[in-house]
C-alpha cells in the first residue's frame, strides 16, 4: 500500500472519529494495526498528534465566531459571558495538562498497537453513552467551574486510546445536566489549547526538528483529517441536539468485541 493512500485512510478516520463519540486515538490504532503500520511509542503518538492537529483546525474554523467571540472579550479586557467560558475551558485543562507533564512516557507507551486496551476502551465508552442516554433527563444546566474541572478529568482519562474524548466530555456534561449544545461546544474547545500546546511544547523541545521519514503520509492524512473533520463537527452537533449518543454506544461494543475477538483468536 502506497503512502498517499495510507495517509488518506488515516486521515479520514481521524477526521470522522475525532468528533463523533468513539475515539479517535482508538480507531487510529486499529486502522494503523490493519494497515501494518510497525511505528512504535513516539512515532505512532507523532502521527496521532499530527492528525488532532488537522481536526483541531477544523474546530477553529467551524467555530470561528465564538472564539472570535472570545478573543474580543479578552482583548477588551471585559468580563462577559464569552470570556467566562473561556476561563471554565482553561479550568478544564488543568487536569490533561498535568497527565501531560507528569505521565509523559507512560502516555506514549498506550500507543504501540495495544489492540487489547483499545477493545476494552471502547467498552468504556460505550458505556458511558449508554449511561448518559438512560439517566440524564434535565439537560438546560450551564457549566459551573467544578462542572469544567470534573469534564476535563473525564478528558485528561480519555487520553487513553479507544475511550472517547468527545463521548467522555459530552457523556459527563449531560449527566451533570447541563445543556446539550453547551456540552458539545465545550468539548470541542476545550480540545484547542490543549493540542496546540501540546504541538508547541514539543517544537521547542526539538522534538521534530529532524526530517520526517514519512512526510508524505503525514500531510496527506493532515488534509484528509482536516476536510472530514469540518464535516463531522457539524454532523455531531446535530447528533448531540438529536439525543442519538446511544446508537454510537452500540457501535463502541460491536467494535470492541470485534477487535478483541479478532486478536485473541490469533493467540
Not at 94 to 118: D, M, N, T, Y
Amino acid at each position: 500500500m502506497t503512502e498517499i493512500i495510507r495517509g488518506l485512510i488515516l486521515g479520514i478516520v481521524q477526521g470522522i472519529t475525532e468528533f463523533l463519540p468513539v475515539s479517535s486515538d482508538g480507531h487510529l490504532e486499529l486502522a494503523k494495526y490493519i494497515l501494518g503500520d510497525k511505528s512504535m511509542g513516539e512515532d505512532s503518538l507523532f502521527m496521532t498528534i499530527a492528525l488532532h492537529v488537522a481536526t483541531t483546525l477544523s474546530i477553529i474554523v467551524v467555530f470561528r465566531k465564538d472564539i472570535k467571540d472570545i478573543f474580543g472579550g479578552l482583548f477588551q479586557f471585559k468580563w462577559n459571558a464569552q470570556t467566562e467560558f473561556s476561563a471554565k475551558v482553561v479550568v478544564s485543562m488543568i487536569p490533561a495538562v498535568f497527565a501531560g507533564l507528569f505521565f509523559e512516557k507512560e502516555i506514549e507507551s498506550l500507543f504501540s498497537g495495544r489492540i487489547l486496551l483499545v477493545a476494552a476502551m471502547l467498552a468504556v465508552s460505550g458505556l458511558m453513552l449508554l449511561l448518559a442516554h438512560y439517566f440524564a433527563k434535565d439537560t438546560n444546566k450551564p457549566i459551573s467551574y467544578l462542572n469544567a474541572f470534573l469534564i476535563g478529568i473525564a478528558q485528561a482519562l480519555a487520553i487513553a486510546p479507544g475511550l472517547s474524548r468527545s463521548g467522555s466530555t459530552i457523556s459527563t456534561s449531560v449527566l451533570f445536566g447541563i445543556d446539550r449544545n453547551v456540552a458539545a461546544k465545550f468539548s470541542f474547545l476545550m480540545v484547542i489549547p490543549l493540542i496546540l500546546g501540546k504541538l508547541a511544547k514539543d517544537i521547542l523541545d526539538g522534538q521534530y526538528s529532524g526530517p520526517l521519514e514519512n512526510g508524505t503520509t503525514l500531510i496527506v492524512g493532515f488534509l484528509a483529517a482536516f476536510f472530514t473533520g469540518l464535516f463531522a463537527c457539524r454532523l455531531v452537533l446535530k447528533v448531540v441536539q438529536q439525543s442519538k449518543l446511544v446508537y454510537f454506544a452500540v457501535y463502541c461494543f460491536a467494535v470492541a468485541i470485534i477487535a478483541a475477538a479478532y486478536i485473541l483468536s490469533k493467540g
